[in-house]
């Protein structure tokens, strides 16, 4: 059974910086994609970026140049670097994966990142 699992979330100042990580554990296939979304109180889940297993990437215009999105395929783990945070980033953070021949997708709990002004 694949399972998802976030962590690196937290408080920061606007202007910091804060690094997500995101473990996939299972039987886990290949060609995949893994991603990060994020939902802020009352509004809805939204794609912040993604990235395949051949490493190419997507990126959610408010966040193009200040996030970047990297895995490490030997451990199933994507990363999300995040810098130069907004308050508007604030929200929860959940990591996907989508494997797409089996065809499955798979969610993490989800982790809280808030950026204070």
């Known amino acids: 059974q694949v399972q998802v699992v976030e962590s690196g979330g937290g408080l920061v100042q606007a202007g910091g910086s804060l690094r997500l990580s995101c473990a996939a554990s299972g039987s886990i296939f290949s060609p995949n994609i893994m991603g990060w979304y994020r939902q802020a109180p009352g509004k809805q889940r939204d794609v912040v970026a993604t990235i395949t297993s051949g490493d190419s990437t997507y990126y959610a215009n408010s966040v193009s140049g200040r996030f970047v999105i990297f895995r490490d395929n030997a451990k199933n783990t994507v990363y999300l670097q995040m810098n130069s945070l907004k308050p508007e980033d604030t929200a929860v953070y959940y990591c996907?994966?989508?494997?797409?021949?089996?065809?499955?997708?798979?969610w993490g709990q989800g982790t809280q990142v808030t950026v204070s002004s």
């Open positions: 996907n994966l989508v494997e797409i021949q089996r065809p499955a997708t798979y």
